[in-house]
């Protein structure tokens, strides 16, 4: 049995990660209007409801799906949600124990970015007025990426003497690193401009 995709709920701190996750599960992870309230990353399975193929061939008493489940002509797939704490500019550096935090989201398949649009929260989720919120965009994006950054730096050498060993092509070694952080295998090729 395939696992449930993995959506992680990212964003700064006070953002509303926790309450998303709540609000689109049976969760009950604890919220509040401060910096840090979630340290430990949450987990639940919310549920997509899609319209069955039962429904359209008249054949909803019969379905049993392998993978969720069926009411009324309604297919339930579940997808777990993982809400991680808020990550600060510099976590790509740790600050905020940024890179525990970013390492969490390695196993996710996809990434929500909860943003608060009211202007009321600086980047570190510190009461403001007036914060432009393009900002946070902007940031958690460079965040993400120096991490992948400087996790490669950090391996660098290793992956070269791989490389060289093995004397694979240039795109499966970048497979191979890449493959960690849910790149597909066309992925890695589009991305450095390699095919």
Same mark, same amino acid.
């Given at each position: 049995?395939? !696992?449930?995709?993995?959506? @992680?709920?990212? #964003?700064?701190?006070?953002?509303?990660?926790?309450?998303?996750?709540?609000?689109?599960?049976?969760?009950?992870?604890?919220?509040?209007?401060?910096?840090?309230?979630?340290?430990?990353?949450?987990?639940?399975? %919310?549920?997509?409801?899609?319209?069955?193929?039962?429904? !359209?061939? #008249?054949?909803?008493?019969?379905?049993?799906?392998?993978? #969720?489940?069926? &009411? +009324?002509?309604?297919?339930?797939?579940?997808?777990?949600?993982?809400?991680? /704490? %808020?990550?600060?500019? $510099?976590?790509?550096? $740790?600050?905020?124990? #940024?890179?525990?935090?970013?390492?969490?989201?390695?196993?996710?398949?996809?990434?929500?970015?909860?943003?608060?649009?009211?202007?009321?929260?600086?980047?570190?989720? +510190?009461?403001?007025?007036?914060?432009?919120?393009?900002?946070?965009?902007?940031?958690?994006?460079?965040?993400? !990426?120096?991490?992948? =950054? %400087?996790?490669?730096?950090? !391996?660098? %050498?290793?992956?070269?003497?791989?490389?060289? /060993?093995? +004397? &694979?092509?240039?795109?499966?070694?970048?497979?191979?690193?890449?493959?960690?952080? @849910?790149?597909?295998?066309?992925?890695?090729?589009?991305?450095? $401009?390699? =095919?």
């Amino acid at each position: 049995m395939p !696992r449930d995709p993995l959506i @992680g709920i990212v #964003g700064k701190p006070s953002s509303g990660k926790s309450t998303t996750l709540n609000s689109l599960t049976d969760a009950n992870a604890k919220m509040g209007a401060f910096p840090f309230t979630t340290i430990d990353p949450n987990r639940a399975t %919310g549920y997509l409801q899609i319209d069955c193929a039962c429904a !359209r061939y #008249g054949k909803e008493d019969l379905c049993k799906p392998n993978y #969720g489940w069926c &009411s +009324k002509g309604k297919r339930h797939v579940p997808i777990e949600l993982l809400d991680v /704490a %808020g990550l600060i500019p $510099g976590a790509s550096q $740790g600050l905020g124990l #940024g890179n525990k935090f970013l390492d969490d989201l390695r196993q996710a398949d996809a990434l929500i970015h909860v943003v608060d649009v009211s202007g009321t929260t600086d980047s570190n989720g +510190k009461a403001t007025r007036g914060y432009d919120p393009l900002q946070d965009i902007e940031w958690l994006q460079d965040e993400i !990426r120096l991490w992948i =950054e %400087g996790n490669l730096q950090k !391996r660098w %050498g290793t992956i070269v003497r791989r490389h060289t /060993a093995t +004397k &694979s092509p240039i795109v499966e070694t970048l497979r191979a690193q890449f493959g960690g952080y @849910g790149f597909y295998e066309g992925e890695v090729p589009n991305c450095f $401009g390699l =095919e």
